[in-house]
């Protein structure tokens, strides 16, 4: 982990969001992580240009900011504009709940497919070396690569 000390961490939002498969009133829901200066029409446009589904599946439920914890992140390229990985990255999120003797806090953080609660604490170590930090795996999610569409 001694690659990742002293890494940003970058607030963006969480956007929970469900589709309808248009059979017998079905639908699946998704969590992703959009830029935070997007509005509802950039997103919907994104969703459904990076799944070719119709935006008028798609149903926005629930947005919330996160903290990204980039320098995490493996890019890796994919050419094919047809393929879910040319959009989004997988990643994990993690809640993250601070304490020192006063009070208590948490957030979300989103980190690489591959990190675990124990690299995420050695690095939230470095913001609040003081403090009690308790990670927990939360879920897995899409990070979107912004890509201009």
């Not at 956007?15 to 919907?44: A, E, Q, V």
């Amino acid at each position: 982990m001694k690659k990742y000390l002293d890494a940003p961490l970058d607030k963006q939002r969480e956007l929970f969001f469900s589709i309808n498969t248009g059979i017998n009133n079905s639908s699946y829901s998704r969590t992703c992580i959009i830029p935070d200066h997007w509005d509802l029409k950039k997103i919907n446009i994104y969703l459904e240009r990076s799944m070719n589904i119709s935006k008028e599946l798609i149903s926005v439920e629930r947005i919330q900011d996160v903290l990204i914890f980039h320098e995490s992140i493996k890019n890796f390229e994919v050419n094919n504009k047809r393929m879910i990985d040319y959009y989004w990255y997988d990643v994990k999120e993690f809640i993250i709940e601070v304490q020192n003797q006063t009070q208590k806090f948490s957030f979300i953080l989103v980190a690489g497919f591959d990190a675990n609660e124990i690299d995420i604490a050695e690095v939230m170590k470095q913001f609040f070396p003081k403090n009690k930090i308790k990670v927990d795996y939360y879920r897995d999610s899409w990070l979107s690569k912004n890509i201009n569409i």
